[in-house]
Nanobody, 120 residues
């Protein structure tokens, strides 16, 4: 069973920063697609940022220029640096790791989620 453990969440004032980490219990490689999602109360889960290789990244429009996703394959960890946080960034953030075999999803795992609250 693969485990994903998120850390780094908490409460911060608007304009502040947080860095989320997701430690994966199995080895990850450049073949793995890594992502952060979030879900605010009453809303659907949405993709925040994704990284499909060492340099290929994708961001939701709402976080472009403020959030940065990165990965350290040697540490089996994916990060989300969040700067200039806004109250609308308040949500539970989830780490996701998946792998495709061609166009077929080979596996996907989720973390348990971590709360991020942005409030004055």
């Amino acid at each position: 069973q693969v485990q994903l453990v998120e850390s780094g969440g908490g409460s911060v004032q608007p304009g502040g920063s947080l860095r989320l980490s997701c430690a994966v219990s199995r080895s990850i490689s450049s073949d793995n697609f890594l992502a952060w999602y979030r879900q605010a109360p009453g809303k659907q889960r949405e993709l925040v940022a994704a990284i499909s290789s060492l340099t290929t990244t994708n961001y939701a429009d709402s976080v472009k220029g403020r959030f940065t996703i990165s990965r350290d394959n040697a540490k089996n960890t994916v990060y989300l640096q969040m700067n200039s946080l806004k109250p609308e960034d308040t949500a539970v953030y989830y780490c996701n790791v998946r792998r495709y075999s061609g166009s077929i999803l080979a596996y996907a795992y989720w973390g348990q989620g971590i709360q991020v609250t942005v409030s004055s």
